[in-house]
C-alpha cells in the first residue's frame, strides 16, 4: 500500500448546538490520526468567519495545527487587512484564500476580484506571514472561459505568492495528473494536494458535485443508484472507491491527501486506515 504521506482534514463550522457536540467528538478521533493540519470553510452553506475563526482557535489551543479559509468575493481592501490581523493576533499562520461565490450569484464584488488579488494582497500586507493555500479544479471550474483560461488562473495565484493548492475533489486520477503536469509546464510548480470526498451521502454528492464541476463517473454514479438504500453495500463501494483512488494518486506521486470530512469521521479513518498511512 501507499508511502506515508502527509494528511489534512477539513471542517465546516457547526450550525448548531448537536452539530459543535458532533464535531467535537470527531475532531477527538481525527486528533488521533495527527493529521499536518486541518482547515475550516468558510461561507460555505451559509456559515460566518465567526464560526471559522472559532473552530479554528478550539483546535489550536487542543494543539493541533490549523487554517482558516478566507474568502474575498464581496470584502473591501480595509476589511481583509482587518480580518488578517485578527488571524495573525490568534496566532494563525496557514490560510486557504478563495474567491468564493456570490450568495445566488447576487451581491457585488469586492476590492479582490479573483482569488489571485487575494494572494497577492496577503502578500504585500503580511508578506511571508502565512502559509497560502489556494483552490485549484482538475476537471475545470464551473465558470471557467476555457480549460486553458482556468489553468492560467492558477498559475497567477502561484505567481501571486501561494506556498501549496488544494484540488476540487474528484474520481478521475487522469484529470488531476494532467492539471499538475500543466501547471509544471507553465512554471507554477508549488505542491497541489488532491482535495478527497470520501462518498458518505450519494445524493449529497451528486447534488454538490453539480454545482462545483466535479464529475462523478458514470460506472460510479449508476453503482450508487443501483444500491438504493442499501447502505451496507454503498459503504463497502465506497470506501473501496476511494480508497483505491488515494492508493493511485500516492503511488504515482501526489504530495498528500486532504479529506472533505463533511463533519464525520468514520469514512475518512477507514480509507487512512486501509491505506495503513497512520
Ligand atoms: P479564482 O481562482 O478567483 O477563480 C474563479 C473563477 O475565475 C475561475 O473560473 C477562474 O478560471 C476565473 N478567473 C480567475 N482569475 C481570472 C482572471 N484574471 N481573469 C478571468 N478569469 C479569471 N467556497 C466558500 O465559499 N468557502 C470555502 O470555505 C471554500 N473552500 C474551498 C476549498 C477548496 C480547496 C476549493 C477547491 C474550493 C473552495 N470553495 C469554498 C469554493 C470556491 O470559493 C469556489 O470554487 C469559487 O467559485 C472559486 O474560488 P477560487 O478561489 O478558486 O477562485
Given at each position: 500500500m501507499s508511502k506515508p504521506a502527509p494528511i489534512s482534514f477539513e471542517f465546516f463550522p457547526p450550525k448548531t448546538p448537536e452539530g459543535a457536540k458532533k464535531l467535537e467528538q470527531v475532531r477527538r478521533e481525527l486528533y488521533a490520526l495527527k493529521p499536518d493540519f486541518f482547515s475550516v470553510t468558510y461561507g460555505?452553506?451559509?456559515?460566518k468567519q465567526d464560526g471559522t475563526l472559532q473552530t479554528v482557535q478550539t483546535i489550536l489551543a487542543d494543539g493541533h495545527r490549523a487554517a482558516p479559509h478566507f474568502s474575498c468575493?464581496?470584502?473591501?481592501a480595509q476589511s481583509v487587512r482587518q480580518q488578517l490581523q485578527i488571524f495573525k493576533d490568534a496566532g494563525i499562520n496557514r490560510i486557504v484564500a478563495l474567491r468564493g461565490d456570490l450568495p445566488s450569484g447576487r451581491g457585488t464584488f469586492g476590492e479582490s476580484r479573483y482569488a489571485s488579488d487575494l494572494v497577492a494582497f496577503i502578500r504585500q500586507e503580511t508578506a511571508s506571514h502565512f502559509h497560502i493555500e489556494v483552490g485549484c479544479y482538475p476537471e475545470i471550474h464551473?465558470?471557467?472561459?476555457?480549460a486553458h483560461a482556468d489553468l492560467q488562473a492558477y498559475a497567477t495565484k502561484v505567481k501571486a505568492g501561494a506556498s501549496s493548492a488544494i484540488t476540487q475533489?474528484?474520481?478521475?486520477?487522469d484529470a488531476y495528473f494532467r492539471f499538475v503536469d500543466d501547471a509544471l509546464a507553465m512554471g507554477a510548480d508549488i505542491p497541489i494536494v488532491p482535495g478527497i470526498m470520501p462518498i458518505i451521502n450519494s445524493t449529497q454528492l451528486m447534488r454538490f458535485s453539480n454545482a462545483c464541476g466535479a464529475e462523478i463517473p458514470r460506472w460510479i454514479r449508476l453503482r450508487l443508484q443501483e444500491f438504493g438504500d442499501d447502505t451496507a453495500s454503498i459503504r463497502t463501494f465506497s470506501l473501496d472507491v476511494v480508497t483505491d483512488l488515494c492508493d493511485q494518486l500516492l503511488t504515482a506521486g501526489a504530495p498528500g491527501l486532504h479529506f472533505y470530512t463533511m463533519n464525520q469521521s468514520v469514512a475518512t479513518t477507514e480509507i487512512i486506515k486501509r491505506l495503513s498511512l497512520k
Open positions: 460555505a452553506g451559509g456559515s468575493i464581496s470584502a473591501s464551473p465558470q471557467a472561459k476555457t475533489h474528484f474520481y478521475n486520477t
